[in-house]
Structure formats: structure tokens, C-alpha cells
């Protein structure tokens, strides 16, 4: 259905500039900043506004085409954007001239062929709001203030949300009143709101009416209103009327007045949100690009928006009249709205989007001053500020607590917001980055109640599963007993039995036990005191090796990616290939290495298994020259290989053995250092330095009553041996695959320590891709574009298995042409063939598409390039 939407220029300057910028550069460069500048402008200006008048040849024109609106439910609109010319002002000052140019534009519409025409800004005052151009016709006509108001009441609920504002417990002010949008939205607000104060230029009838009705405080001076109301709904027809200086801290102002309602020029305050209401982004199937003011970028004005959606409803009829709008008819058009994929969940500034930090500088400024966060309990402003008016300080309690599920509505954007954008970025088109809200056994389940099989188990923190009920009894027995939390310098019973049963079954010579929280610090630890017990500095560990992201494990880290912006890292760390016994024995001759750690697989690096006998081989090597051996079974521990500890398989016995990941249960953060005695007595074996390497954590009741329960499950489920079962399982069927499939190039691991190897991509594609960049740019931006290219089977297959069968796996990142295949030890074997039919499924589906990529690339070379770049 074709609509037709009436507008005008801000004030006379904006008209000025429309018309000045013929080339649309201004707009474009500007983009919705535009709509600042002109206000900005505008009360620049003022003076010479005054004499403004209205120039003889001024008439209505046609600005803008909306042509094929889709709306996602396939409906479609036509539109056309008329101007009259006048400003705002003079609108207010010469109704009579206004409406007979909005009696033109409309019959202009009308002969186009529109069947509604909404009413933009003042258009939609002038004429008691619509009704008299709904009486003359000949078409329909809305101001569309109706889903203004909803938009507007949206963002006020969107912005308590996303303040802990609880809005029953606040007063609101509504300014503006007896207007149509204050009225409507003090009607909505007030069964909702603790207190509503209403703001009207005098005490008119209807107003007073309105204020009685809602059990309303009703005022004629916005600054009381401002000091008993932080949050503000405000829609004069006048603008200008909110001192931005005069709001208290912590205050929500709505501003839907056009102009705005708040007096420009506006100092940034960090403490207060100034949210432009009454917009919308248009769905996602229209296009962005039209250049009427405000439309910018998909956004628009709703009365704009209400015109839209009865066009695209094919609802010729009059909507939104007069000063009384429906309740019920402002949800309705929000719901059909939303239906059309109109999107209210965006907070705008002065027309634009609310920038993310904008909101976490508010609630930064906001919850630091409330009593219970100041320093003194009375030395806060805010609370200053309650003191002199004599109220009493609303409860500016946190929220209530709420279900991790409750908590998972918001959880991207504020993690976005807060933990890590580009995480979040990198999935929001893919659905790569789920939001989990539960965990139990093998599975995962997302906020849709979507269940995923866990083939990551936190990268081998989860041995033994989410929650397994052992080690939920265990935490929850510790916290019933009461259990102390941390006592430091002093015994913890936990502690001390946790330590003699890992000693009992780690490899002969370990006899002693730090527990530090996490597998970094095991490493530290190890580190350190493999210096203080040799009293030899150097460090020596493998390429592609992974131990950690603190500096000192950092150091021995093999990943020059992590390393890169973080130098200078320790000193005298060296690094040799992984399984290289001759490398190890040169790098071992000159005796100045305190240790050498090793990880018996390497997860991070491509789970690659040392060369059989490379471990054992190593040990000897390390005795002869004095090194210690230092084997890093953070991940490899536990059970994750076959056997309780990776080292077990050929009987080594290391100086030094790390471990963390699961020895918490899955539960709590717990990492250990297992080490001989007499080195132990060496680096920390008197008065002086008994306690020379401590933390503060290490040790606590929690993490030890999860770890003695992990023991104890791992003995009486012998996971281990299912670990070795679902292993062979797995190796035999991706082996046969490997056969079959060649994108596959191998599997390798040990038990369920496992990684799938995907062939490089063919070098037509790794061309092709770099042909599209000429420029060589994207490769200055991405360094190792090469390998990003080779890791897309990889990521592909990620997804694929994540979307379409309901299985989450990652890949290496070290080197993400691997697949990680780590699922829990107690993975049934039910589960193990359910992965490998969406494996077997996905890979083939991957073949298929590279094949035919390939040869759709080879061809075009062959026809229009004549020859492929070869890339190496
Ligand atoms: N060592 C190894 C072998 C690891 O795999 C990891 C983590 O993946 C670490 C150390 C570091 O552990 P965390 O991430 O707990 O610091």
C-alpha cells in the first residue's frame, strides 16, 4: 500500500541547509550528527529566527522516495516524504498557513495514489493532531503518536533495565502534559511507577483533570519536578525546556520533544542519560540508505514508523487523533510493529545510537555514589542531595538475585559491553558464540533450552562432566559443615588430605603439594622453584608448547603470537621442536638450564603426542646434565589420556608435575604443583623462606573438598578406562573417515585427548581469497591472513556442528586446522557415534563445497585470468 509522511524543516536554517545541500554531502558526512548541529544551530541563531519569514515562492515538495518497503513477513509499502515550508516555529505562530499547505501536500499524496498519510513534528499539533484533515480527506491520516509513545515508554523500560532501575519503586515526571504523547504515557505510567509528578506549561482543565484521575501531582515549574522524579518523560510541543545542569545525578530524561526538550548546548555528563525517545530502527529487510533527516542509518522517527506499519498492515485508517490516544491501541501498534521487525531494543542519543560505554560510564557513576559504595555512607552527592530536599533515600539496594537463565536475556550485550566485543562481534552473524545457561553430565543447554553435547569440556577442565553430583555433595558438605574459607598461615584439614592422596598416586618421587587456582599459577610455581632450587636462571621448553599466559609461563610458552606485545618476558628462555631428542640433548649440554618443561601432549598446539620413548628419553637426558624435568599436565591430567596422569604410560617420573583443570570437580578453580622433597627443601626449607612463594586462595575448603570428591569419582566410575574405550572408538571411526573424506588429513591424541586435522585449503582458493584484496591490505591488517584462510574447514566444521547438530567443539587455537575432540571422560558410546555421524555428515558437506568452489575458481582462471597465483 502506498503512505504518504508529512515533514518540515527543523527551523529555518535546517530548511537552509536541506536545500543548500543539493549533493546530499553534508548529510552524508554528518549522518544523523546532523540532527545536533541543527539544534546546536538553531539556538544559535534564535534571534535571527525571529524575523525569519516565509519566503514568497515557498511551496510543498516532494523529498524523498520510500520505494518497495519489505517487511520481514513479505508485506510491502511505498512511500513518499512531502515538506511543507515552514519551520517549527512558524508552524506554532501561523497554524492557518500550515494547514493549507498540509491540505496540499496531502492532496498531492492522494493524487500519487497514498491511502494514509502520517502527520511529522508539528504537523501532527497544528490541526487538533490529524482531525481535521481526517474530516476534509480524501485519505487517512496518523500522527503516529500512538507507537511514538510506545517507542518512548520502551526505551524508558530498556534504560532501567539496563540500570537496575526498578521503576516501580520511582517517582516519574512527565512533562508536557496535556499533550497527547505526556498524557498517554502518564496514563501508562501510572499503575507502573510509584508516583507520577506531571508538568504542564499552566494549570489548565485537562490538565488538572488528568493529574486527578492518576492521583497526580501536578506542576507548572519543571525544576521541582526535576528534583522529585530522576526519571523524566518529556514531550512538549515547545521544546527547550529541560536544563540538562539542573538534573540530579543518577537521572533518566526520555526526550521526545522536536526540537529537543533539553536546552542545548549539553556538557557531558557521565551521570546522567539523556535518551532520545520515540525511535526505532527500521527491520532489517529495508534498506538504510534513504537521506531523510533521522532515517539515517535505519533510524526513524515513529510517527513515521506508525504511517509505515498501516501501510504495511494495509490499514487505510485513521489511527492516532486528538489528544486522547488508546492504551490499547498503542500496544497494538507496537506488537504489529514489532511483527514487521521494527526494533525498540536500542537506546538512542540525540538521535543516535547510545554509544555501549555511555551506559557503563552512567551505572560506574551512578552505583559509586550510592550511600553503600561511598566511603563515609554520607559524603556521596546523591545522597547530599536527599538529605537537603528532607526525602528519604530510595532503596539503592543491587537488583535482587536472578536465575543464571533470567540473567542470560542480556548476557551478549553486556558481556560485549564489558568482557570482550570482538568475541562477541565474531559470532553475531553466525550464531558462533552461544550463551549457555546450563550444564549437567555430558551436555550443555542455551537459553532456548537448546541441549548441546559438550565436546570441549572447558578444555579439559570437566573431566568428570558439569555438576557431577559427587562434587555438587562435596562443595555443598563443605558449606554446610562451614568449612573455613581461607586461613592462612594456619592448617586446613581439606588441604592436608588432598595433598596426601595426590602424592599417594602421582608418579614415585613427588612428595610435596602447592596449591595455587588456576594452571598458570602450577606453572609459576614450578618455574620458580626450579630456579630457586638449582639456583640456575635459564628455562627451556618446546615450540607450539602451551603453559600458560602469565608472564613467567608466558615466557615458556611456544606461541610467539602471545608473546608478541607483552616483551620484554623473562630472560634465558629457550625453546626447542617438540619429540626432538638431539635438539633437547645440544640445548641440555651446557648445564644452564634450571628445567626443562614438557607437556606430553600438546593441546594448544595441535594435541600432538610426543614420539614414544621421547618422555622417558628425556628424563635421562635431563638427569645427566642436572636439569630438572617439569612435565605439564595441566591438561593431560586426570584421567583426560587413558591413564590418571599422561607421564604413567611409559612410567616417567618427573622432578616436577603440574596440574589444575579438572582437579576442581568442574566446580571451583584448584591447581597444583607436585614436586620432590629435596627440592622443596631447598628452595623453601627454613624459617626464612618457608614462605617465600604463597597465595592467597591456594588451598581453600571448597577447592579441596572438589578435588578429594574428584579422586575419589574418577576411582569409582574408571574413567580412565572409559577415557581409553571411547578413545579407540573415535581414533578407528575419523581414521576410516580420514580414508574417506580427503579433507580430513589424520587424527592423533591419546584416550579422549583427541584432535581431527583438516588438509590445508587448495591453493586456487588461499589465491582466490587473496585476489579479492589487491591491495595487499588485509593482509597488513591480518598478519597471518595465510593461515586464517587454511583454519576455515576448521571453523566451518565448528559451526556446522554447533547449528546443525547440536555439538559444540572448538578448534586449536595455536592451530586452528585442528579440531579439539575433548569431551568429557564419562562420554557414553551412544554419544561417541552421535558425534561421529555429524562429523561424518559435516565433513563430507564440507568436501562438497570446497570441491566446487575449487573448480568454480579454476575455471574463471582458465577463462578469464588465464593461470592461478600459487600461494604457498
Ligand atoms: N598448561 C597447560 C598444558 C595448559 O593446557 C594450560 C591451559 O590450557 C595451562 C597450562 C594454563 O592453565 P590456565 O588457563 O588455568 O592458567
Known sequence: MKFSFLIHPLTNETKGLMQLDKSRMLLANW????????????????????????????????????????????????????????????????????????????????????????????????????????????????????????????SLLTACAETDIDLRREAVAVVGVPGSIATAAARWLAPRCRNLLLVGRRVSPRASRLAAELTAELLVDIPPALAGA?????????????????????????????????????????????????LAYVPVTMPRDSMFLGFYQGVIPCCLGETMVLALEERAECFSLGRDLDLDSIEEIGDLARKHGFDFSQLFSFGQKLESSALARFRKATVRRRPEYSHNGTNGRFHDHFQTNGRVPPDVSLPPSLTTAQLADRASQLHERYINPILVGLGRNNGFIKTFVRGLGNELWDADGKAYLDFVAGFGSLNLGHNHPAVVRAVRAALEEQAPGFTQSAINPLAATLAEQLVALAPPGLEMVFFANSGTEAVEAALKLARAATGRPGLLSCERSFHGKSLGSLSVTGNPVYHRPFGPLLPECQSIPFGDLEALERALYMRRFAAFIVEPIQGEGGMIVAPAGYLRAAQELCRTSDTLLIVDEVQTGLGRTGTLFAVDEEGVEPDILTLAKSLGGGLVPLGAMLCRRDLWMKAYGSARTFALHTTTFGGGSLACAAGLATLRVLREEDLCANARARGLQLQHAIGDLAGRCHLVRCVRGRGLMLGLEFRPMPDTMVAHFKGTDPSGSISLLVPNLDELIHSIPGLYAMQILLQTHGIYTQVARSNPRVLRIQPPLAITEEQVSR?????????????????????????????HQGGARVVG
Not at 490529524?130 to 487517512?140: D, F, I, N, S, Y
Not at 514531550?235 to 540538562?244: D, H, K, L, Q, V
Not at 555421524?837 to 582462471?861: G, P, Y
Request: hydrophobic share 40%; with cysteine; net charge negative.
Open 31 to 154: 549522518g544523523s550528527n546532523i540532527l545536533r548541529f541543527c539544534l546546536d544551530l538553531h539556538r544559535a541563531t534564535e534571534a535571527m529566527q525571529e524575523e525569519a519569514a516565509i519566503s514568497d515562492n515557498a511551496q510543498v515538495r516532494l523529498v524523498d522516495e520510500l520505494a518497495k518497503l519489505a517487511s520481514p513477513t513479505g508485506a510491502q509499502a511505498d512511500g513518499r516524504l512531502y515538506e511543507i515550508p515552514m519551520d517549527a516555529r512558524s508552524i506554532l505562530d501561523n497554524p492557518e498557513q500550515a494547514i493549507q499547505y498540509m491540505e496540499q501536500a496531502v492532496d498531492d499524496a492522494a493524487k500519487w495514489g497514498a491511502r494514509v498519510v502520517g502527520l511529522g513534528s508539528m504537523t501532527g499539533i497544528v490541526g487538533g493532531q490529524g482531525e481535521h484533515l481526517a474530516q476534509r480527506g480524501p485519505v487517512a491520516v496518523t500522527t503516529g503518536n500512538s507507537l511514538t509513545v510506545y517507542a518512548a515508554l520502551q
Open 230 to 278: 530522576r526519571l523524566v518523560v518529556s514531550a512538549t510541543s515547545t521544546g527547550n525546556c529541560i536544563e540538562p545542569a539542573s538534573l540530579r545525578p543518577g537521572s533518566v530524561v526520555i526526550d521526545v520533544g522536536v526540537p529537543t526538550d533539553l536546552i542545548p548546548p549539553i556538557a557531558p555528563r557521565d551521570d546522567v542519560l539523556l535518551l532520545s525517545g520515540g
Open 835 to 863: 558425534f561421529l555421524s555429524a562429523l561424518e555428515n559435516t565433513c563430507h558437506e564440507l568436501q562438497f563445497l570446497n570441491e566446487s568452489v575449487d573448480s568454480t575458481i579454476r575455471k574463471s582462471i582458465g577463462t
